[in-house]
């Protein structure tokens, strides 16, 4: 089996959107797009009760929230024309859990402000983490989300992931209750129809308004 290196943490270029590490600089553009209740209603960062309505909770919050130490964090912007400076930030992503030896990875901890959903923004940024980590030799990556988040799990679907099944009682919720966790995966031999999948949806996708 081949030995393979840290994964690497550089820009991702898309049509749409540019994945770029995200810095604690970050978090006040941040709170602009992913800091609202109806972010936490479908379970991102263990649910509704998890909401805070200042600046200051929610960046606390957040620094603990996202594994910064043990994951690649990343903010999701729109791609800027040239010239420009960086586009909106209009999200996050984490590849997270990654495992070397097993050649394996998680991509969660994601977010999108309300405005970009159902758009092509999720669809390109998975197509950029994913198809970097299976271009840097990984066999397996995990998607998941909390089983009662229709919306996240609808999307994780339509993306081309396989259901693996439902983990029970993994971890509790912000309102004390315990979260069963619904589990995706997509392999390297899965990896071409996939991304040809997503890229096929990009094709009639616009950019997103302003």
Same mark, same amino acid.
């Given at each position: 089996?081949?030995? !393979? ?12 959107? +540019? #994945?770029?590490?995200?810095?604690? %600089? ?12 109806? #972010?936490? =209603? ?11 309505? %200042?600046?200051?909770?929610?960046? *606390? ?27 909106? !930030? ?8 990654? *495992? ?12 999108? =402000? ?8 999720? @669809?390109? +940024? ?18 998941? =989300?909390?089983? !009662? ?25 912000? *309102?004390?209750?315990?979260? %069963? ?6 392999? =390297? ?15 009639? @996708? ?5």
């Amino acid at each position: 089996m081949t030995t !393979l290196g840290p994964v690497p943490f550089v820009p991702l270029v898309g049509r749409l959107v +540019t #994945v770029v590490p995200l810095r604690h %600089d970050d978090l006040p553009e941040l709170h602009r797009a992913v800091g609202r209740p109806e #972010v936490f =209603a479908g379970g991102w960062g263990g649910g509704a009760a998890a909401y805070r309505d %200042d600046y200051e909770g929610w960046a *606390d919050f957040i620094r603990g929230y996202l594994p910064w130490d043990e994951g690649l964090v990343w903010g999701v912007r729109r791609t800027a024309p040239a010239g420009e400076g960086p586009g909106e !930030l209009v999200g996050t992503t984490t590849v997270g859990l990654v *495992d070397l030896r097993c050649e394996s990875a998680h991509v969660g901890w994601t977010a999108y =402000a309300p405005e970009v959903w159902g758009t092509g923004v999720n @669809v390109e +940024t998975k197509l950029l983490v994913l198809g970097s980590l299976f271009d840097h030799g990984l066999g397996r990556v995990q998607i998941q =989300a909390d089983a !009662l988040n229709e919306r996240s799990r609808a999307a994780i679907t339509r993306l081309g992931a396989t259901f693996e099944g439902v983990h029970r009682r993994t971890q509790p919720r912000a *309102d004390g209750s315990w979260r %069963d966790t619904a589990v995706y995966s997509v392999l =390297a031999d899965e990896w071409p129809g996939v991304r040809d999948g997503l890229m096929r949806r990009l094709e009639t @996708v616009q950019q997103p308004s302003r």
